[in-house]
Each structure stands twice: as C-alpha cells, then as structure tokens.
C-alpha cells in the first residue's frame, strides 16, 4: 500500500512564508517523480512545481522566484518552500508521485494554504 502525505499548510498574510512537506511511503518503489500541484477554490488543479529529468527545478511562471522545490530521493521526500506569499496562492497543495516501478500516480491528500491580505 502506497501513502503519500503531505503537511505544513496553514493560515499566513500575504508576504509571509510556509514550507510544505511531502512524504512517500509503502511499496513505491525507489525511482520517482515529485511534483506539487494547486488547486484554489472554483479552479482547476494546476501544477506548481517539479524536476526535469536531469533533476533541474522547474515552476510555474506565477510562483518564479518566489518557492522552491526540494526533495531527498532516498527517502522519498519533498518540500515546496513558499515566500512571499500573495493571496492569489491560496489554495489546496498536493503532492503528486509518479512512481517510475509502478508506472502510476500517486496522490496526497492535500494540505490548505491561506494567505491573507
């Protein structure tokens, strides 16, 4: 059984900073990809943040300069570091793992985010 959480979400105004954490766990198999993904309320999910293949950080153009992706494949773990918070990224957080064994997708559970104004 796969479990993928994710944590760190919260209340924030605008300019302050979250980290959120995702964790991947059960028989995921030792080769994935993490990415995170948004969705705010009355809109689609969107993808925020991942990797390339050679392991170079990519983001949506609204988040810029503005969060970093991490991860620790070894441990299946990922961060998104937010600053600069604006409202327009309040939103549900996801954290997706594509498992390269399973050939699937995983999903977390989401983790809100609130920035106010």
């Known amino acids: 059984q796969v479990q993928v959480v994710e944590s760190g979400g919260g209340v924030v105004q605008a300019g302050g900073s979250l980290r959120l954490s995702c964790a991947a766990s059960?028989?995921?198999?030792?080769?994935?990809?993490m990415r995170w993904y948004r969705q705010a309320p009355g809109n689609e999910r969107e993808w925020v943040a991942g990797?390339?293949?050679?392991?170079?950080?990519v983001y949506t153009d609204s988040v810029k300069g503005r969060f970093t992706i991490s991860r620790d494949s070894a441990k299946n773990t990922a961060t998104l570091q937010m600053n600069n918070l604006k409202p327009e990224d309040t939103a549900v957080y996801y954290c997706?793992?594509?498992?390269?064994?399973?050939?699937?997708?995983?999903w977390g559970q989401g983790t809100h985010v609130t920035v106010s104004s």
């Open positions: 059960g028989s995921i198999g030792s080769m994935n990809v």
């Open positions: 997706n793992v594509y498992s390269i064994q399973k050939g699937r997708d995983y």
């Open positions: 990797f390339t293949s050679t392991g170079t950080t």
